[in-house]
C-alpha cells in the first residue's frame, strides 16, 4: 500500500482486553484516529462535519488482524485514500509495529447533504485537498 499518510499512536490499555491484547474493535479506533488526523491536516475541518454542509458516513468497514498488539506498543498507522465515484470515497489502512504489519483494513464512506441526508458529490475542493492538488 502507498503510504500518504503516517500517523503515530500508542496502544492504551483501553484498547485491551484482560491480558494486555487489543481487542479487534481498537483497531478501528486506530483507524479513526488516523483518518480524522489526516482530514483535519488536509481539508481543515471537523470530522465527520466539514464545512459547506457535508457529512461523511460509514457504509463499509474491514479489517483483517495478522499479528496481535499489546499495551505499550507504538503504532504506524498508514492512511491511503481511494475516491471509489463522486459521492464515495475509500481509506485503506495499515498498522505497523517496528515494520511488521498487523492489521490492514479500510473504511469506505459516503457524502451526504447533512440537513436532507441524501448522498452528494464530494465538493472538489474537498477531494483536491484529500489527493493534495493544486485548485
Known amino acids: 500500500m502507498e503510504k500518504r499518510f503516517i500517523f503515530k499512536e500508542n496502544v492504551r490499555i483501553y484498547d485491551t482486553d484482560a491480558q494486555g491484547i487489543v481487542h479487534y474493535a481498537g483497531y478501528y479506533r486506530f483507524f479513526t484516529d488516523a483518518l480524522e488526523q489526516f482530514v483535519k491536516d488536509r481539508i481543515g475541518g471537523t470530522f465527520p462535519l466539514l464545512e459547506?454542509?457535508?457529512?461523511?458516513?460509514?457504509v463499509e468497514s474491514n479489517a483483517k488482524y495478522y499479528k496481535p498488539a499489546r499495551?505499550?506498543?507504538?503504532?504506524?498507522?498508514?492512511?491511503?485514500?481511494?475516491?471509489?465515484s463522486e459521492k464515495v470515497i475509500k481509506f485503506n489502512f495499515g498498522i505497523e509495529?517496528?515494520?511488521?504489519?498487523?492489521?490492514d483494513g479500510y473504511i469506505t464512506q459516503v457524502a451526504l447533504n447533512e440537513s436532507k441526508w441524501k448522498s452528494v458529490p464530494i465538493?472538489?475542493?474537498?477531494?483536491?485537498?484529500i489527493f493534495q492538488k493544486k485548485s
Open 123 to 129: 465538493p472538489k475542493k474537498f477531494v483536491d485537498r
Open 52 to 58: 459547506d454542509g457535508v457529512w461523511f458516513v460509514v
Open 97 to 103: 509495529r517496528s515494520g511488521e504489519l498487523l492489521c
Open 71 to 84: 499495551v505499550g506498543d507504538e503504532l504506524e498507522v498508514s492512511l491511503s485514500p481511494t475516491l471509489l
